[in-house]
């Protein structure tokens, strides 16, 4: 059983709200939500900016969206960009600078895809500038897949130097196509002004090949470079053109540390994400193999690139095709990591309805010396199928062949009152014809509230067979950009469901009126003390509530607020509402 609250602008507006979760989604009419991306804004209020496209039907024209959220889930405003005159501005992945993100992507000039960086504020999404980039010459086409800020000595002068680093690919090819003559990774580094400062391009040398898998999909910055992943071309124990594992170390000036790709599976091989330990100089490499149509960690010495086989992994189970997007710190234990990523198809009965969902999240927590499993693990059910007719298709084939959106984050703040996983995912119910965005926001215990499967299981050891890939420094070329950016409609819809057994049932209430002038009032008998917020998700006012459930919001300024009510019990519910 399900219980749907449809929130709109100006109407009665009601979220429930327990604990630290939520999982709500946002949709736009007649259009699909793909390729998203999150990060947290780290200006005080805790929100989170999530960045996608918006497809037409068709999947053929898109444009770029914004929202920021806040931490009860709800959208604070949302924005869409296009380049116009130029064509097909598409994001793929965004990072946060205090009280400004950064987003990157592509962008049509004149018939060839190039890559952009853009600066935007966070507060009200204007964006602030924009440059895009040719790789070695303008007749590539080029895109950026991921992007960090940094301050690492990018100029070896032995002063930091803050800006941007993004990893993606340049090609022969106008769309993603294996088969092109060229496709080559390439990682850009640039100053906070968005001024070129250098580039390396990375490339499989086997001789011979058939395909071209060359791209990096994400970087992370160790204590003495980057470490990148990816795909890379090589031959397999037959002579046999396949993608591999990349593996492959630059410093801070782009120069070749190490390298150590593999190829493992029988297929297709990808890494797609690391998690660097500073404790051991470790870097923990969450890898997707065709072998087992699932997820595996690779350990690496962050000084010498030699593997530790002993802490290293692949995930076996009966069911098929979970890949990894992420991996992330452990709230539980220091000694843990996090993996989560999408199923690419699952069934599942609920209230004696069938459901079928296409990119289900799942959460995964695994001890680092030995990748067992640590306490139950989730998956979260939501019914989706993905929409056919564009090129980063997740699920074309067995798996994606080299885009992994950034799609989940752990967050402690600086008080200790939040500390959660952040996940984004995607819905289309039975009835509806359109992709909508999901958000979650879970505990440590890695359970949403609506319909999840526990997840189950064992990890088995790898072994590789080296591939060779080379880098170096290519030159770039710079051109301003303009983003153009308007508002745009939307609709939110929260999702909970009746507590499982065990759980301790709470009181749903409301609250009244709404909108209000000087006192809001409750209808929660138990109701002991109250919070609220503004729309940035800052704190505005508390206090404590008698036998009245009344609440003085006379002095708050005109605008939409949340407030927040616990009861005796220490559970809470949360409801936005307007003063006037």
């Known amino acids: 059983m399900k219980t749907k609250l449809l929130l709109t602008t100006l109407t009665f507006l009601m979220t429930f709200y327990m604990a630290a979760q939520y999982q709500s989604n946002v949709s736009v009419a007649n259009e699909h939500y793909h390729d998203l991306n999150q990060t947290i ?6 929100d989170i900016m999530v960045a996608s496209n918006l497809f037409d039907p068709s999947m053929t024209n898109q444009v770029i969206s914004l929202k920021r959220v806040n931490t009860f ?14 064509l097909n501005a598409r994001v793929f992945d965004i990072v946060n600078r205090f009280d ?49 800020y940094t301050e690492s000595d990018a100029d070896g002068d032995g002063a930091p130097d803050p800006g941007l680093i993004v990893a993606g690919f340049f090609s022969d090819c106008y ?12 990682v850009l580094r640039t100053d906070a002004a968005l001024n070129f ?11 011979g090949t058939s395909a071209d898998y060359d791209f990096v999909n994400r970087i992370t910055e160790t204590v003495d470079g980057y470490f990148l992943t990816g795909s890379a071309t090589g031959l397999n124990s037959s002579g046999m053109t396949q993608q591999g594992v990349l593996a492959h170390k630059i410093d801070f000036m782009g120069n070749l540390v190490w390298d150590n790709s593999y190829i493992f599976g029988n297929s297709q091989d990808v890494s797609v994400d690391a998690y660097y330990d500073a404790g051991t100089n470790e870097i923990y490499m969450l890898t997707n193999y065709s072998i087992s149509h699932y997820f595996g960690v690779t350990v690496y010495n962050n000084g010498t690139g030699a593997i530790n086989f002993t802490k290293s992994w692949y995930a076996s189970s009966g069911d098929l095709d979970r890949y990894g997007f992420t991996i992330m710190e452990s709230l539980s234990s220091p000694n843990n990591l996090v993996i989560v990523g999408y199923d690419r198809d699952e069934n599942w009965t609920s209230g004696g309805t069938s459901f079928f969902g296409q990119s289900n ?3 995964y927590e695994f001890d680092k010396a030995t990748g067992n499993p640590v306490g139950l693990n989730y998956q979260f059910l939501v019914p989706h199928t993905e929409p056919t007719g564009d090129e980063f298709n997740f699920w074309i084939g067995q798996m994606p062949l080299i885009y992994y959106p950034e799609m989940s984050f752990v967050y402690q703040n ?15 119910n039975n009835s509806a014809s359109f992709t909508a965005a999901e958000l979650y926001k879970t505990d440590p215990s890695k359970r949403n509230l609506c319909d999840n499967l526990v997840l189950n299981i064992n990890p088995v050891g790898i072994s590789t067979l080296t591939i060779q890939v080379s880098s170096a420094l290519i030159p770039v070329f710079t051109s301003p950009l ?4 308007n508002g745009y409609n939307y609709s939110e819809d929260l999702c909970d469901t009746v507590l499982s057994t065990g759980d301790q049932e709470i009181e749903t209430g409301v609250i009244y009126p709404n909108p209000v002038s000087d006192v809001l009032y409750t209808t929660i008998t138990n109701a002991t003390s109250y919070t609220i917020y503004d729309a940035m998700g800052r704190k505005v006012a508390k206090g404590s509530l008698d036998s009245s459930k009344a609440i003085d919001v006379e002095s708050l300024i005109s605008g939409i607020y949340f407030v927040t009510i616990a009861d005796e019990n220490r559970q809470t519910q949360s409801f936005k509402f307007i003063k006037k």
């Open 41 to 46: 804004i780290n200006d005080g209020s805790d």
């Open 73 to 86: 889930g709800n959208v604070v405003w949302a924005m869409e960009y296009d380049a116009l005159p130029l």
């Open 100 to 148: 400004l993100v950064y987003i990157t992507g592509s962008v049509d000039v004149a018939g060839i895809k190039r890559v952009f960086i853009a600066e935007i504020e966070a507060a009200t999404g204007v964006v602030l500038n924009t440059q895009y980039y040719d790789m070695v010459s303008p007749n590539f086409n080029s895109r950026g897949l991921h992007l960090e």
């Open 175 to 186: 769309n993603l196509d294996t088969t092109c003559a060229t496709n080559i990774g390439f």
């Open 197 to 207: 400062m250098w580039a390396t391009e990375v490339d499989g040398i086997a001789p």
């Open 361 to 363: 999240v799942f959460v």
């Open 414 to 428: 600086a008080t200790g009152t939040i500390n959660d996983y952040f996940h984004v995912g995607y819905r289309r």
């Open 482 to 485: 303009a983003l153009n950016m």
